[in-house]
Each structure stands twice: as structure tokens, then as C-alpha cells.
């Protein structure tokens, strides 16, 4: 099943979203403005804005100077129940967490889709997660898990440095194939579902129709979504903290309005699935 699609089919009104407002770049208010407008004419539910004021006035706004601590402390409160990091600055969202959640073990998992419609998971995608075979395991188990309660049934592609055949041309290549190959081990006997290690072929895990894509490490992962995003005309549907109890999905500071209504869209699916649970 189509992943957006499934998420549309989840949308309710009910739901309320808190969105991380920065206006430190001068493209930021527009954007949000943007964002406001579009969001009245579509079904994501109350989505209210939390931080700095813009050039208009919003309906649904929580003013305030510390953006991050606001939204998070509304989500730890249940005074949302979801939040969109929105422009708020990544690194405080990062340090509250730990601060405010007690979570020092988290990761996220971004949505993605590429300029031909393929839609699928990509992890890990911060630069310093996903570091260890058990760590990209347990990715591997809660992106699927995930795909699972959205109703699509997960297709699983590993990435590594390079071929089978490049085994020998450097330790740290050889790292790369040796560990893809163990965690691709480990994660069928754990798994009942098609598990497939592709080495540095990604565009053969898309031809497979791969939903849930494991990079070697974040930051590999991070180049993989920046090139997608910024340089291969794909987009992205935000991207989700797994590893805390709250529901809160990434977005880039640099992203276009889409990106933050895709996010926004995420997170009430989300809070459908959790209110289920």
C-alpha cells in the first residue's frame, strides 16, 4: 500500500499539533505564513504555533522567545498531542530532549519520497546515530513496526560501502560489507519479512521497491537525504524521533512550506495510530 495514502486515510480533525516557530532567517515568517494559510483549507487538524511572532498574526499561536522548551514542555503536559519541529533550532530540540525526556537513546526515521513517487523509510539519518549493528537493528525493527501500523508491509534494503566484489580494496570498505552483512543476518532471524542487502546500490533498493532503507551510518544517511532532497528533486515528509514516548517529527530549517505540511500531516497520522494503541 501507498505510504502517503495511508497516512491521508488517517487524518482527523480532533487531533492537535504544535509547530516550532524560529524567525531568525528572514525567509522563515513567509514561510510560515505560507504554511498557516494552507493549513486552514486542509484537514490536519488544530495546529497551534509556538514561538516567535511573524509579520501576520496566526489564530492559533503560543508566543513566546524559547520555541523549543515551549513546544516540548506543551508535549510533556499533553497540552498537544503532537508536535512539528517546524524552524526551531534542531540542536536545543536535541538537548531537551535529554533534559526533559530523560531519553539519551533516540534516532530518527525520515520519510521520503523520490522524484518518481517511491516512498520509503530512510535510517538513520542523524549524524551520530546508528553508529553500532545493534543500534541499526533496532532501527530496522521499529521502522518496520511502524510500517506495520500504517498498514504497509515492510520490504527491507541495507545498504553498505560498497559491492561484494570490492571486499579487499579497504579496511574501512570491508568494514562496511562485513557489518551490512551481519546486521542483514541478524535482522532475518528477528524478522519475518524480505531483508535484502544491496552494498552501496541504492538505486537497486528502490528498483526493488524497498520501503525501509538502512544507511551504514548517519551521516552517510544524512548525505543520502540531502542529495535525494536538495540536489535530486525528491521530497521530504519529515522525519520521526523514534526511541520517546511523545510523538515529534523533524523537519529542516531550510525546508519548503510542503515539507512542513507533509510533517504536520505525519504527526496527526501518528497521533491516530497512538490513540489506537
Do not use: W
Request: glycine residues 8%.
Amino acid at each position: 500500500m501507498d505510504i502517503l495514502k495511508r497516512i491521508q486515510e488517517l487524518q482527523r480533525n480532533s487531533h492537535r499539533i504544535g509547530f516550532g516557530v524560529r524567525v531568525e532567517d528572514r525567509t522563515h515568517p513567509d514561510k510560515i505564513i505560507e504554511v498557516a494559510e494552507k493549513v486552514e483549507s486542509m484537514h490536519f487538524g488544530r495546529v497551534i504555533y509556538v514561538g516567535q511572532m511573524c509579520s501576520s498574526p496566526m489564530r492559533d499561536a503560543i508566543y513566546t522567545e524559547e520555541p523549543e522548551r515551549m513546544l516540548l514542555d506543551l508535549l510533556c503536559m499533553g497540552d498537544i498531542d503532537a508536535a512539528v519541529r517546524g524552524t526551531a533550532k534542531a540542536s536545543v530540540i536535541l538537548r531537551l530532549i535529554k533534559e526533559k525526556l530523560g531519553q539519551r537513546s533516540f534516532f530518527r526515521i525520515a520519510l521520503l519520497e523520490t522524484s518518481m513517487g517511491h516512498q520509503f523509510l530512510l535510517a538513520p539519518v542523524g549524524i551520530d546515530e546508528g553508529s553500532s549493528i545493534n543500534e541499526r537493528l533496532t532501527i530496522i525493527t521499529s521502522g518496520a513496526q511502524l510500517l506495520k501500523q500504517l498498514g504497509v508491509e515492510p520490504r527491507i534494503g541495507v545498504l553498505s560501502g560498497g559491492r561484494m566484489e570490492d571486499i579487499g580494496r579497504s579496511p574501512d570498505i570491508d568494514k562496511t560489507i562485513e557489518e551490512s552483512q551481519e546486521l542483514t543476518s541478524k535482522a532475518r532471524e528477528q524478522l519475518p519479512y524480505i531483508i535484502e542487502h544491496y552494498g552501496i546500490l541504492v538505486e537497486d533498493a528502490i528498483q526493488a521497491r524497498a520501503n525501509l532503507i538502512l544507511a551504514p551510518n548517519g551521516m552517510i544517511g544524512n548525505f543520502v537525504y540531502r542529495t535525494l532532497i536538495h540536489l535530486g528533486s525528491g521530497k521530504s515528509h519529515g522525519a520521526i524521533y523514534v526511541g520517546i514516548n511523545e510523538i515529534l517529527v523533524d523537519t529542516s530549517r531550510s525546508a519548503p512550506p510542503e515539507e512542513y505540511l507533509h510533517a504536520i500531516r505525519l504527526a496527526n497520522a501518528l497521533t491516530t495510530i497512538a490513540k489506537r494503541i
